[in-house]
């Protein structure tokens, strides 16, 4: 086994140790960062169709209140049939039960025929505002004012002595035939102290009327009031003396 000399194990300690040293010199390695990346995000599932429906059932419901509305103001309430305010908001109410829009508009119709009610009563149109009163509790059976209105025609027939109607075409021409009849009326106004609403297509013919039944009584001023209606007519209402 070969020796070593003493020189030769001296060099190679030193070289040890510089090696050593060198290695403790140099600086410590970096930790090392490892980077998770996040999750990618699970993607929303947009249901288009559904949405496309709903949008499209959205505008059919509008589209329908919108023709109720005009048909409303048209006063086209329950006829015609397919084309009324009542058919409309009801086609609405089959989809939502709920659409306040369409419940207002159905209590609108029944408060427009009780108005109609009221103003045949007043002219002495007894048949035409019973029907009026009837289709009111058709559409709204529930509606507040259907009991007033009854109560406010059964007072109207209680005082109404007497209905006359004219002719309307020959009211507009103001023939001599309705100056007769007007004036035959003049004495049962005095005997009954009667009050005279006259319903006329305008207020200057109103006028006319109202006056071949004063140039009949002179001195006698009678107590009356016009409205404006398609059907002409006279209604004597008694008053108290």
């Known amino acids: 086994m070969p ?21 403790c010199a140099q600086p410590a390695p970096r930790p090392q960062v490892i980077i998770v990346p ?7 599932v947009v249901d288009t169709y559904r949405l496309d429906e709903e949008e499209r059932q959205r505008r059919y419901i509008a589209d329908i209140l919108y023709e109720g509305m005009r ?23 089959s989809f939502e039960p709920d659409n306040q829009i369409a419940k207002d508009g159905i209590r609108e119709i029944a408060g427009r025929y009780l108005q ?29 004012g259907l009991e007033s209105a009854n109560r406010r025609l059964h007072t109207e027939r ?4 007497s209905v006359i109607t ?17 004036r035959a009326l003049a004495k049962e106004v005095v005997d009954i102290n009667a009050f005279v609403l006259i319903t006329a297509p305008n207020d200057e013919i109103g ?35």
Not at 158 to 161: I, K, P
Not at 167 to 182: C, D, F, K, M
Not at 208 to 228: F, H, K, P, S, T
């Open 3 to 23: 020796m070593f000399s003493v020189s030769m194990r001296t060099s190679f300690s030193l070289i040890l140790t510089g090696l050593i040293l060198a290695a």
């Open 158 to 161: 209680e005082r109404t002595h």
């Open 38 to 44: 996040e999750p990618e995000p699970e993607p929303v």
């Open 116 to 144: 109609l009610a009221d103003l045949a009563g007043r002219q002495g149109q007894f048949t035409n505002a019973e029907n009026f009163l009837r289709r009111a509790e058709q559409v709204d059976y529930a509606h507040p």
């Open 71 to 93: 048909a409303l103001r048209a006063d086209r309430l329950m006829t015609p049939p397919e084309n009324s305010a009542y058919h409309y908001f009801n086609r609405v109410l």
């Open 207 to 241: 006028r006319w009327m109202y006056a071949q039944i004063q140039e009949e009584l002179g001195e006698y001023r009678v107590r009356g009031d016009i409205e404006i209606g398609e059907q002409p007519s006279v209604r004597l209402v008694r008053t108290q003396s």
């Open 166 to 182: 004219l002719n309307t075409r020959e009211v507009i021409a103001r023939a001599g035939s309705i100056s007769t009849q007007l």
